[in-house]
């Protein structure tokens, strides 16, 4: 009995030492209360109008005159602005381990919500719609339409959007109300079936 009860000890002492590198290894991208920063210790913004459409424009504080990327927030409809509410970087952190900052970034309403992901590369951006990857996935592991998770206050919600470093996974967990029992899905996504932000969202960012 004491050699059992020594062994689960250890067992237990080695799994509480592996947490703290893989506690590390991951990034919380979608905080529960999300509270967007117009400006961040990298970088600075500013909104700039381009035809009907109006954007958020990020510099790199470094280098004021040098676009880091921009997202579109809004539009003028027949002379009137319709924009987000809230819209601005939520997570600034190396997520890639390449040097330059990653970021991610927060926009939506009462109405709609979009999470996009900014993953530095050779001196430019990429941008990964969240919440389309997710959709995307679903479709994959069930074989039908995922809900809408830029829905706000629909039946399904994102409730905890990590990336794993260590893994290489983007890890999604949706708690779904569809149905008559509610259910917790984790999706785990490879960057291979990332899905690209449309032109509509990054207008004419790098």
Same mark, same amino acid.
């Given at each position: 009995?004491?050699?059992?009860?020594?062994?689960?000890?250890? $067992?237990?002492?080695?799994? @509480?030492?592996?947490?703290? +590198?893989?506690?590390?290894? %991951?990034?919380?991208?979608? !905080?529960?209360?999300?509270?967007?920063?117009?400006?961040?210790?990298?970088?600075?913004?500013?909104?700039?109008?381009?035809?009907?459409?109006?954007?958020?424009?990020?510099?790199?504080?470094?280098?004021?005159?040098?676009?880091?990327?921009?997202?579109?927030?809004?539009?003028?409809?027949?002379?009137? $602005?319709?924009?987000?509410? @809230?819209?601005?970087?939520? +997570?600034?952190?190396?997520? %890639?381990?390449?040097?330059? !900052?990653?970021?991610?970034?927060?926009?939506?309403?009462?109405?709609?919500?979009?999470?996009?992901?900014?993953?530095?590369?050779?001196?430019?951006?990429?941008?990964?719609?969240?919440?389309?990857?997710?959709?995307?996935?679903?479709?994959?592991?069930?074989?039908?339409?995922?809900?809408?998770?830029?829905?706000?206050?629909?039946?399904?919600?994102?409730?905890?959007?990590?990336?794993?470093?260590?893994?290489?996974?983007?890890?999604?967990?949706?708690?779904?109300?569809?149905?008559?029992?509610?259910?917790?899905?984790?999706?785990?996504?490879?960057?291979?079936?990332?899905?690209?932000?449309?032109?509509?969202?990054?207008?004419?960012?790098?």
């Amino acid at each position: 009995m004491l050699c059992v009860l020594l062994r689960t000890a250890l $067992l237990l002492l080695s799994i @509480s030492a592996l947490c703290p +590198a893989q506690t590390a290894n %991951t990034v919380k991208l979608y !905080p529960a209360n999300p509270k967007p920063l117009k400006a961040t210790a990298h970088l600075t913004s500013k909104e700039q109008r381009v035809g009907k459409w109006v954007y958020q424009v990020f510099y790199f504080r470094n280098a004021p005159q040098q676009e880091a990327f921009r997202v579109e927030i809004g539009s003028y409809e027949k002379g009137q $602005l319709v924009k987000d509410w @809230s819209y601005g970087i939520v +997570a600034e952190k190396d997520m %890639t381990s390449d040097g330059p !900052p990653d970021y991610v970034w927060y926009g939506g309403d009462d109405t709609g919500q979009r999470l996009l992901w900014f993953r530095s590369r050779e001196n430019r951006y990429d941008c990964t719609d969240v919440f389309k990857t997710a959709a995307t996935a679903w479709k994959k592991r069930f074989g039908r339409a995922a809900p809408d998770l830029g829905d706000v206050g629909g039946e399904a919600q994102a409730m905890l959007v990590t990336w794993d470093a260590a893994a290489q996974f983007l890890n999604i967990t949706v708690e779904d109300s569809r149905q008559a029992k509610v259910r917790s899905v984790r999706l785990r996504i490879a960057p291979g079936e990332f899905t690209e932000c449309q032109q509509t969202d990054i207008g004419l960012g790098h």
